[in-house]
Structure formats: C-alpha cells, structure tokens
C-alpha cells in the first residue's frame, strides 16, 4: 500500500475504533473535542504501527486530528479567512511535491559537500549531472567552481525548480531541467550526483549500471547504492557527517 492510503486508512480506522472506544466507555468525553481528538491520534498512530508505516508517521497521527482542531478554532479565534489554509496547502505541495510517491524528501547539499564533490571531476571538462538538484545551490557553486565543465540539473518539484531555473540563468554552463530524473538518459555525462534517501537507492543503482558509460562516476551522497561496490567514501568533515559513495562504472 502507498504510504498516503496507510495513513488514510489509519486515520479513518484510528477514528472508528476511538468513537467505538468512547462511545462504550465514556460518551461524554464526545463534549470535549480535543481529547475525543487525542485519542483519536492515538488510535490512528497504533493503527498505523500495525500496517508496518515507518516510526515517524506515529507523530503526524498522534498530532493530526487535534492540530487541525487547533488551528481551526485559532482561524475562527482570530478571523483568519480558510483561503490562506488552501495557499498554505498549495505553497508546501508546490515546494515538497510528491514526495509520498518518490520517498525523496527535500534537503539540500552544503558547501563542504561541494568542495569535496569538485576534487572529483576530472581535470578535463566534462559533464556532470543532479538528479534532483533541489534549488540548484550545490550546482551553482560546481559551476562558478568549474567553468569549464557543463551542469546539468533536473527537478520535478515546481517551486524548488523555478527557484533553481531563475538563479542559473547567468551561469553559461549550467542548465537547470523541470522533469523525473526516471526518464532522463545517464550515458552523456561523466559523473551522476544523486542526494535522495535509501528508498530509490537500488533503482538507482540498476538505472546507473544500464545508462552510464564504463569509466564514468556515480556519487550517492549519504545513500549506498545497492549491490555495487564503492570505489571510495569520501567524508566530508561537516557537522553532519556527510559521506560520499562513489561508483566507478
Ligand atoms: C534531498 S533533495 C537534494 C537536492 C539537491 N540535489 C542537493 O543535493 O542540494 C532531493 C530532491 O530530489 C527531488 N526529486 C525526487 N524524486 C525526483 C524525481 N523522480 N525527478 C526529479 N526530482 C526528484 C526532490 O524534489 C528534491 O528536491
């Protein structure tokens, strides 16, 4: 089941079995919606732990139905119109995208992970790909680093990306792309960047192993990629112990 249909299912099961739990036990606690709400949260987070969903989906259950209860007797407190609820909503769909399908959560490549990508790419100009470049920060510093090598970056996060297009457009040898890195061919460049989580990690790895040319380097920041073995892991010193694994084709 896709995580969004386990939480619904968890939510809408959760909320049964805690009307059937109050409705037995203590019907009147149906006049004091916060806690009819907290114990809502906690049937959904049990609920949850039984479909196999990962650890942190217990505290969005635990925290949904009582947040929403929350902020919409704030918005009625404070006369705060519902259109702003729906920009909110579309703002963080906008940014995060569909991040319950790709398991690709948004983070971002610091400077020190640059520095040491840059030792990376040959002397030679050359081609170097992010598959999920984010807003495009890590290639523009690979960019201005190396203007001699061309940037490519692909995105398919709407706002992430346009942030990413408007910010290159000065740069010559970065090019910023609104796509699903799925769909891009890897065999014209020489070295495949990849930031994501462990989920996409063994497709990855199978599209690398069909696409890239022999020789060329796929570099997996955090993530290993699955039954290859690593050439090198690079760490890179900063506060979050950034690893890179890298894979000689
Ligand atoms: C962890 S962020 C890394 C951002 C950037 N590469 C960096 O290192 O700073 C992963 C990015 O991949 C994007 N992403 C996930 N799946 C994708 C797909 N199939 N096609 C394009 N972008 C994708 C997400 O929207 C997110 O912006």
């Excluded at 299912?9 to 006049?31: E, N």
């Excluded at 460049?189 to 497709?203: G, I, K, N």
């Amino acid at each position: 089941m896709s995580p969004l249909r386990t939480a619904l299912v968890a939510q809408l099961l959760g909320g049964a079995i805690a009307a059937s739990l109050i409705q037995i036990a203590y019907p009147t606690l149906f006049a004091a919606p916060l806690i009819a709400a907290a114990v809502q949260g906690i049937c959904a987070a049990l609920v949850s732990h039984k479909l196999g969903a990962p650890k942190w989906w217990l505290a969005i259950h635990l925290a949904f139905l009582p947040a929403t209860l929350w902020v919409s007797k704030l918005g009625s407190d404070l006369n705060i119109n519902p259109t702003w609820y729906l920009a909110c909503f579309a703002a963080l769909l906008l940014i995060f995208w569909r991040t319950d399908k790709s398991q690709v959560p948004l983070y971002f490549s610091n400077a020190a992970t640059a520095s040491a990508l840059v030792r990376l790419l040959p002397n030679l100009p050359c081609r170097v790909v992010d598959l999920g470049c984010g807003d495009g920060r890590l290639l523009r510093r690979l960019a201005s680093m190396r203007p001699d090598c061309s940037f490519v970056g692909i995105e398919h996060a709407p706002l992430p990306w346009l942030w990413a297009k408007l910010a290159s457009m000065q740069r010559r040898n970065l090019l910023i792309r609104y796509g699903d890195f799925w769909r891009l061919q890897l065999d014209p460049f020489d070295l495949v960047y990849a930031f994501l989580s462990p989920v996409p990690m063994p497709r990855l790895t199978a599209k690398a192993r069909a696409e890239m040319r022999s020789g060329t380097l796929l570099v997996s920041n955090s993530f290993a990629a699955a039954d290859v073995n690593c050439e090198l892991s690079i760490e890179v010193g900063d506060r979050r112990g950034t690893v890179l694994h890298c894979y000689r084709m």
